[in-house]
Every structure is written in structure tokens, then in C-alpha cells.
């Protein structure tokens, strides 16, 4: 207990750096996963390509690489000089858009046809039936899984500490050094995910077992 | 689906798509050659930063990270494929005393970030009770113990998506209840679900990369040493981009297989029920939450 009481403002200002970290990454990927979804659906044949290698490359790629691209590769390029932090939701924001992509393209799926169908025989353009027939009752079927994978963000946060970013998951290394006990200093950032992510894991299964009954 | 959202173009569609197909080629290539411009501009490209690939010593080190990469990734894959059937075997039991410790265990460990629980294992331990683990002990342990959770979790959706007529008539042809689970459930919840396990593999794969994090000597932990190397030109870019392609390569033969494995059993269910058309949305939607990031 010693070891969170004595350390209560490294525990705050550290979980707030994951949940600023979370934020920025969270609408980052949300709407560049939007983005990459309609070009995967778009008419255009060269941006649905596109989007199809982005999300096969980027699905295969281990998270810890492409924050390793940004921090210790992309300053060579010497294009921009971001902060740590920058490049960290840079890095979360690159993986995760892809999942989300192929969140909201399958939930396009779970549509039905004949709404599209129904919508271009009155008239629809492509913009008007994605946006106001198929997305909004994709919404439903997307929802759910979408909230998974931003909890899965929440939890890969956790890799910028290894990357010189300061949150949740480089408590340790702090405590480590003014001889605190390593374990239980861990198991208290351990329980600060647990308040963290099991009400979101709690209200994920709640719109899971409501919105699925729809269809 | 997606073709059924526009018309097939007519003269002025054509004209539109082809004028958006060439400003947003445009817009991509004006990206990729910034950054291809920008290689060049910082001599990415200069044969001196890639001379490291043709010293012999260079490549017998990339070729230990990588079976240091495959050998954890082989340990941890079949110590959370056993670890997952404990679990899932614990969560399907009618004791409650034996599937309520189960469910907190998959619960927490599904909620707790891997690499949290690998610094658990790997500082945690040495630093806080004098244990001391190797690093690819913790690595493998982390691995397991996440990635069987969350193989548990696919099991058990896999038994409870069976119909309830399989189990019942098991039953009234007097099978007991592990009969019923090893000869009639399990071999086709496992058939059901085999290629959502594989795609769970890969994660497991790629999360062989955390290792990097407490200095396992994986790839990217070389490819980090070989990028700070000043005698070799300090050449990151250049290893970074080698051990991308690695990784990718390896990661991609998985998931097709995993995709390989989906195609064949979605033909094998169209011949023995014609009538589940919407089954697939289903199944792939399934597939998607199962393998998170």
C-alpha cells in the first residue's frame, strides 16, 4: 500500500499521460479508420488497392515495430521535429486505423442488400447512401467490436513507455530507481487498467447484448 | 456487398471516378514520394548505409533473432493453445467453484496490457521477490498467459455457438458429460473456430516483438544494436525497413492461411446446409472481435 500512497501524483500524472495518449489515438484511428473504410468501398478502383495493402500491411506488422519506425527511424528523415508524444499517437494511430477499417467495412456488410439496392433505385448517389442509408444502420453492428478495439488501444499504450513517452507503463522504472518494491508498484499499475478497462469491457458487452437482437 | 452500393458508372460517373482515381493517385504518390524524397534527401538510399547486409557475421546475427523470434513464438503459441483449453474446460463446467476462478483468471488477464504483465514477470519478479526469469521465460509466460485467455474465450464462444440439439442428443444416446464434450462438441467447435485460432496466432506472432521491451535478442532488439553501429553507417532505416519485411512476410503466410482455412470451411458448411446465407457476416464479424489488436 506504502508504495501507491507514497507515490500517489507519479501514479496520477502517469495514468493521465495513458488516458491523453488514449484520447488523441482513439479519435485518430476512429476517423482515419473511416477514412480507409470508404476507400475501401469507394468506386474508385485505385483507393479501394490502396486501402486493401494498408490494411493487410499494417494488420501484419507488430505494433512495437511501428512505434520503433517513429521513434528511432523517422528522425532521420529530418521532415518534422515531433515530440515523443506526437509520435506515439502517430505510431497508435497508424495500427489501430486499420482494425478499425475493417470494423466498419464489415459492419457494411451486415446490412442488407436490398437497403443499397432500395436507395440507388430512388436516386441515391454513393455519398448519399453510404452516408445516410448504410453507415447509420452499420452503426449498430460496429459499435460493439469498435469499443474492443479501442480497449485494446487502451492496453497498447502501455509500449510508448518503452519509447521514452511518460505514462502508465514506465511507472516502474521511476519506483525502480528511489528503491521502491518493483512487484507490488506493478501490480498497482495493473489494478489502475483493471478500473480502466472493465467498465469499458462492462458497457461494450451491455450495447453488445442490446443492439444485437436488431437483425 | 460493397459493389452493390453504386451503379455500374455510367459516362459521367466514369469521368468522376476517373478524375477522383487520379487526384487521389496523385495525393498518394505526392505522399510517397515526399517520404522516398526524403530518404534520398538524408542518403537512405547511399550504398554505404547498406553495406551491412552482405557481412556474413551481420546475417548469421539476423538469422539467430530470427529463430530466437520463432522460438518464442512456437513455445508461447503451444503453451497458450494448452493454457486456452484448461481455461475454456474450467469456464464450460457446471461446478461453480471451478468456472468462477476461471472467469476472473481469463478476465484478468484479458484486461490486464501484455506488456504490463511481461514487466511483471521479467522486473517485477527479479527486482521485487529476487526471482530471477530470463527474458524469454517472461516473454513466453506474458505471452502465454495473455494469449491463452483470450484462446480460451474463442473455445468457449466456439462450444456455445454449437446448436443445442448436438449436446442434447449426445446426451439421450446416454453419453456422459466428458464424452459429450470430447466426442461431440469439441471436434467441431474447434473445426468451427480453427481459423479464428490461427488469426489469435498471429498476434501472438507479432506480440513475440514486445520481447524487444526487457532486451530478449529478437529482431527488432538487433535491429536496434545494428542500427546504432557508427562504423556501419548507424544504418536504422535500412535494418528497420529488412526486419519490417520479416515480419510482414511472416505474419501475412499465417493470415493466409487463416483466410486459407476460413474459405474451406465456409465451402464444407454451404454443402451441408444451403440455407444459412447469413452465417458468413456472422462468422467474420465474430472472427474481427476475437482477434483484436
Redesign the interface.
Known amino acids: 500500500m506504502n508504495v501507491l500512497l507514497d507515490n500517489l501524483d507519479l501514479y496520477w500524472s502517469a495514468f493521465v499521460g495513458t488516458v491523453e495518449l488514449f484520447l488523441v489515438a482513439a479519435i485518430g484511428s476512429i476517423v482515419g479508420g473511416l477514412l480507409l473504410a470508404a476507400m475501401r468501398v469507394s468506386p474508385v478502383p485505385v483507393l479501394r488497392v490502396f486501402g486493401a495493402g494498408y490494411v493487410n500491411i499494417v494488420r501484419n506488422t507488430p505494433l512495437t515495430l511501428i512505434f520503433f519506425f517513429f521513434a528511432f527511424a523517422y528522425p532521420r528523415l529530418e521532415i518534422l521535429d515531433l515530440s515523443f508524444f506526437a509520435r506515439a499517437c502517430a505510431a497508435l494511430i497508424v495500427y489501430t486505423s486499420a482494425f478499425v477499417c475493417e470494423v466498419v467495412r464489415s459492419g457494411i456488410n451486415t446490412v442488407p442488400v436490398g437497403q443499397a439496392e432500395a436507395s440507388r433505385a430512388l436516386g441515391f448517389t454513393f455519398g448519399q447512401t453510404l452516408g445516410a442509408i448504410v453507415l447509420p444502420q452499420a452503426l449498430r453492428s460496429v459499435v460493439p467490436p469498435l469499443t474492443s478495439i479501442e480497449i485494446a488501444l487502451l492496453k497498447n499504450t502501455t509500449i510508448a513507455a518503452g519509447f521514452s513517452v511518460f505514462e502508465a507503463g514506465g511507472i516502474y522504472q521511476n519506483l525502480s530507481e528511489r528503491g521502491y518494491n518493483v512487484l507490488v508498484g506493478l501490480l498497482w499499475v495493473a489494478a489502475g487498467f483493471l478500473i480502466l478497462v472493465v467498465p469499458l469491457t462492462l458497457l461494450q458487452r451491455n450495447l453488445e447484448r442490446r443492439w444485437s437482437v436488431a437483425r | 456487398?460493397?459493389a452493390?452500393?453504386?451503379?455500374a458508372?455510367g459516362p459521367r460517373?466514369k469521368r468522376r471516378?476517373l478524375i477522383?482515381?487520379v487526384v487521389?493517385?496523385a495525393a498518394?504518390l505526392a505522399v510517397v514520394g515526399f517520404?522516398v524524397y526524403?530518404?534520398a534527401?538524408?542518403s537512405?538510399f547511399d550504398p554505404t548505409v547498406w553495406q551491412w547486409i552482405l557481412y556474413k557475421n551481420i546475417q548469421l546475427l539476423l538469422v539467430d533473432a530470427l529463430v530466437n523470434t520463432l522460438r518464442a513464438f512456437v513455445v508461447a503459441a503451444i503453451l497458450a493453445l494448452l493454457f486456452g483449453a484448461v481455461l475454456a474446460a474450467g469456464r464450460l463446467s457446471d461446478h461453480r467453484w471451478i468456472s468462477g476462478p476461471a472467469t476472473v483468471v481469463v478476465?484478468?488477464f484479458r484486461?490486464?496490457?501484455?506488456?504490463?504483465?511481461i514487466?511483471?514477470l521479467y522486473?517485477?519478479?527479479s527486482?521485487?521477490?529476487g526471482v530471477s526469469i530470463s527474458a524469454f521465460t517472461a516473454l513466453v509466460l506474458g505471452l502465454m498467459l495473455y494469449n491463452g485467455s483470450v484462446l480460451a474465450e474463442i473455445f468457449r464462444a466456439g462450444v456455445a455457438s454449437l446448436p443445442r440439439g448436438q449436446s442434447e442428443a449426445a446426451y439421450a444416446l446416454g453419453m456422459r458429460k466428458t464424452q459429450v464434450m470430447t466426442n461431440v462438441l469439441l471436434p467441431q467447435a474447434i473445426r468451427a473456430m480453427l481459423p479464428t485460432i490461427v488469426s489469435q496466432l498471429?498476434v501472438v506472432l507479432?506480440?513475440?516483438?514486445?520481447g524487444?521491451?526487457i532486451l530478449y535478442p529478437e529482431l527488432?532488439y538487433q535491429?536496434?544494436f545494428l542500427?546504432s553501429q557508427g562504423q556501419l553507417g548507424s544504418p536504422?532505416?535500412p535494418v528497420?525497413m529488412v526486419?519490417?519485411a520479416i515480419?510482414?512476410a511472416m505474419?501475412?503466410l499465417l493470415?493466409q492461411f487463416a483466410n486459407y482455412l476460413e474459405r474451406r470451411s465456409r465451402r464444407n458448411r454451404r454443402r451441408v446446409d444451403p440455407t444459412a446465407p447469413d452465417d458468413d457476416?456472422a462468422i467474420?464479424?465474430e472472427q474481427?472481435?476475437a482477434a483484436?489488436?
Do not use: H, S, W
Request: glycine content about 8%; aromatic content about 10%.
Open positions: 456487398m460493397t452493390v452500393l453504386y451503379d458508372p460517373a471516378n477522383l482515381g487521389g493517385v498518394l517520404v526524403r530518404f534527401v538524408t537512405q478476465e484478468f484486461a490486464v496490457p501484455l506488456l504490463i504483465l514487466f511483471i522486473f517485477g519478479m527486482r521485487g521477490l498471429v507479432k506480440d513475440t516483438a514486445l524487444f521491451l527488432l535491429a536496434r542500427g536504422i532505416l528497420a526486419i519490417a515480419y510482414i505474419c501475412l493470415a457476416t467474420e464479424m474481427i472481435r483484436t489488436p
